[in-house]
């Protein structure tokens, strides 16, 4: 009977003990839990773990083929979506350096357009393969030395009829006669009108950094060369003969083709604004500038001042060979303005499509 109390009372011992252990354990997970919250707490928001950026750069394999002969060159890969036929014609350099860039024509197609050096491959490639067929296009000349060519050329040649050296005139009848004062007055216009053209050429115009074969500067110098030594010629012969009106028609021509010489170079200026130049140009609008109201008329008012120049230098000279130059130049220029005038209507249809191209209510 004892041993059973003596039992019992050990188990209830044991039962006490296990009793306050419990309560120990609990109040120092409580603790524990209790400084952990306040750990998290003042560590801040738990931050979401950076997410990984995959890159979803395109890149495309340019097939370059000869558009001869339609054989592989070569193979240039890794070329970016933003790469320009710029670019790729620097790469095709690289890998084959007797290719250069200036003289390279690249295609889509065999006797395709020459595609732009600021066309885009993501707007032409129709997959991941794009090819591409190149042309030699020849000895290249940029821009700029074409137009300093063209126009240094005449100024020259016309001083030197001017000038009436005895290889070209006869010096008796040069000594015998005496110059009528409209031959010096069209000297001045004339030099005036392509000095013009050189000083917007270096100062204003916004000369593309392209390239041209050496043909056309060799076909445009023998244009402008060839027609200012034949009207230089006639107008500064001893036989020269005055127009036919005299003073008056002299004195209007020339005051009109100066009027137009102003013109056209406010125009330009206008034109080589950078809000008038690029892929986001705007449609030029007349300011205070009187001689810029023609835009109210004409889409393209450098082409009607220049027409306007040569017409009243006709009228001044009174001479064939000015004639058949400025109907020459009026057939040129009215096809380049009809060409601008349809990439206006597209672009600022709103704007112009009550305008003519070059002559007011006519063309």
């Not at 000349?141 to 074409?146: A, G, K, N, R």
């Not at 500038?289 to 109210?296: A, E, L």
């Not at 008012?301 to 009228?315: A, K, L, Q, R």
Request: with cysteine.
């Amino acid at each position: 009977m004892f041993k059973r109390h003596k039992s019992l009372a050990s188990e209830r011992k044991k039962a006490l003990h296990s009793q306050r252990a419990t309560r120990f354990i609990l109040k120092d997970d409580m603790r524990n839990f209790h400084f952990l919250s306040k750990l998290v707490l003042s560590a801040g928001p738990l931050k979401p773990a950076p997410a990984v950026k995959h890159s979803k750069t395109t890149h495309f394999e340019i097939e370059i083929l000869d558009a001869q002969t339609r054989k592989q060159i070569c193979i240039l890969d890794k070329v970016t979506q933003s790469s320009t036929i710029h670019d790729v014609k620097q790469k095709f350099h690289k890998a084959c350096p007797k290719w250069y860039p200036s003289r390279v024509g690249l295609q889509l197609e065999c006797g395709g357009p020459f595609l732009k050096d600021y066309i885009t491959i993501q707007s032409i490639a129709a997959s991941s393969i794009v090819t591409l067929y190149a042309t030699d296009l020849g000895q290249q000349v940029s821009w700029t030395t074409v137009f300093l060519a063209e126009y240094t050329g005449p100024l020259l040649i016309y001083l030197l009829f001017y000038l009436r050296i005895p290889c070209i005139y006869d010096g008796k009848e040069t000594a015998r006669r005496l110059r009528h004062p409209v031959v010096h007055l069209a000297c001045f216009c004339h030099c005036i009108h392509y000095i013009r053209y050189l000083l917007e050429t270096l100062f204003v115009h916004k000369v593309s950094a392209g390239h041209t074969p050496l043909k056309n500067l060799i076909m445009s110098c023998a244009f402008y060369w060839g027609f200012t030594s034949w009207i230089a010629y006639y107008i500064n012969h001893p036989l020269y003969t005055p127009p036919s009106f005299g003073n008056r028609q002299i004195t209007v021509s020339a005051i009109n083709f100066l009027i137009c010489e102003a013109g056209n170079h406010f125009i330009n200026v206008m034109l080589s604004h950078p809000n008038h130049t690029g892929n986001n140009a705007c449609f030029p609008s007349p300011n205070y500038n009187p001689f810029t109201w023609m835009f109210f008329l004409v889409s393209c008012p450098n082409y009607t001042y220049e027409i306007g120049s040569w017409i009243s230098f006709t009228v001044m000279t009174q001479t064939l060979p000015v004639g058949i130059f400025t109907l020459l130049m009026s057939i040129q220029m009215s096809l380049w303005a009809q060409k601008k005038h349809k990439i206006y209507l597209r672009k600022f249809n709103s704007y112009i499509h009550r305008k003519s191209a070059m002559i007011p209510f006519i063309l």
